[in-house]
């Protein structure tokens, strides 16, 4: 597929509106084909898969920063949206459970990305990042902020969402055999509330400006995000994110991932992928373990703490809990948790690891 996109390039070098029809056409096709397997989060991963192979096969074209920081604002909206006040408080309540649950998956990831540096099968913290156990997006993001190769963290972290919800949904299926309920179709064109989108916007669009204008790290997906989890919780402001924005948000981000790969950059990540499929392979494995010990010394159902220990990310795992009887509060509360934990120790877990590496 690369060389027929190669010789396309060579055709369409200089058109940039062409060049953005195939990207269109390459993102509609994976989309199909990816949701043909009803793949969480195949809005994001299908336009990031037809980035790589068009920029890799030589495309010019990139999503502008002013659209990606906006996407970024989006998602730090749809993060702490996620997030409600209950889920922490109920943490803290039970928290010996959840610092179990949570330090045995960060402990893991972490040990697997030294090692992966260790080995020097990526550069520098991207192994480490690219292990993180967070939201595939915002560690993403991170990463970029603290100096990794955000095409190879994007490219580990998505191979490995697409691993463990694979897992997660043959696991889930296997166990319940057929206890699940089907996902409620998707509703595209919800009634708008004008004020409750136009507060979404501000908060995405402005929180992303500041977090760039004040060089916050990460800071066009981090300052909405915290500014959402502030007034939601306070009851200042109601959030509205339709599914056409939220699809919107998904592609900018992924094409803005994709278009950054370049022939090596691709031909590198193509080389290192047996041993970061070892390595995520292994983690899931490892994760299972933590999950059945989880449900052994708790007393829940072992589905419920498999997908509460699962590697990320959440929003796959919520899909799949969401579609089975299991204690979906407990589940979320775990992912959320872990997340929250990440994003606070990530940078300097990232620094202190990898300065180990290279001793």
Not at 70 to 86: D, E, R, T, Y
């Amino acid at each position: 597929m690369v060389a027929s996109l190669d010789r396309l390039m060579q055709r369409l070098h200089n058109r940039i509106f062409a060049q953005w029809g195939v990207v269109l056409v390459l993102s509609l096709v994976f989309l199909t084909v990816l949701e043909a397997f009803r793949l969480p989060a195949a809005l994001l991963l299908a336009p990031m898969i037809a980035g790589i192979l068009f920029s890799a096969a030589g495309g010019t074209v990139k999503v502008p920063d002013f659209f990606y920081a906006g996407a970024q604002g989006v998602v730090g909206v749809m993060i702490a949206k996620s997030l409600p006040l209950s889920n922490l408080t109920e943490a803290v309540r039970d928290w010996p459970v959840f610092l179990g649950g949570v330090g045995s998956t960060v402990v893991t990831a972490a040990l697997l990305g030294w090692l992966l540096t260790r080995w020097r099968v990526l550069p520098g913290t991207t192994a480490i990042w690219g292990s993180s156990p967070g939201a595939a997006s915002t560690m993403t993001v991170m990463a970029e902020a603290f100096g990794a190769d955000v095409r190879l963290v994007a490219f580990m972290q998505y191979l490995r969402v697409m691993c463990v919800a694979g897992a997660a949904s043959i696991i889930a299926s296997v166990v319940m055999t057929g206890a699940g309920h089907p996902l409620p179709p998707v509703d595209w064109f919800p009634a708008i509330k004008p004020a409750a989108l136009a507060a979404t916007l501000a908060i995405a669009l402005v929180g992303a400006l500041l977090g760039k204008v004040l060089r916050v790290p990460a800071g066009a997906l981090l300052v909405p995000l915290v500014a959402t989890s502030v007034l939601t919780w306070t009851g200042a402001v109601a959030i509205q994110l339709p599914s056409w924005l939220l699809a919107i948000s998904y592609a900018l981000f992924g094409w803005s991932i994709g278009l950054k790969f370049t022939r090596e950059t691709f031909l590198y990540a193509a080389r290192a992928t047996p041993r970061l499929l070892a390595s995520i392979i292994t983690l899931i494995a490892i994760c299972g373990g933590f999950g059945m010990i989880l449900s052994w010394a708790v007393g829940v159902d072992p589905l419920t703490a498999y997908l509460a220990t699962s590697p990320g990310g959440a929003d796959s795992v919520a899909i799949i809990a969401a579609s089975s009887k299991v204690d979906v509060p407990f589940v979320m509360t775990m992912q959320m948790t872990r997340f929250l934990v990440v994003l606070v120790t990530g940078p300097a877990l990232a620094r202190f690891l990898a300065g180990r590496a290279a001793t």
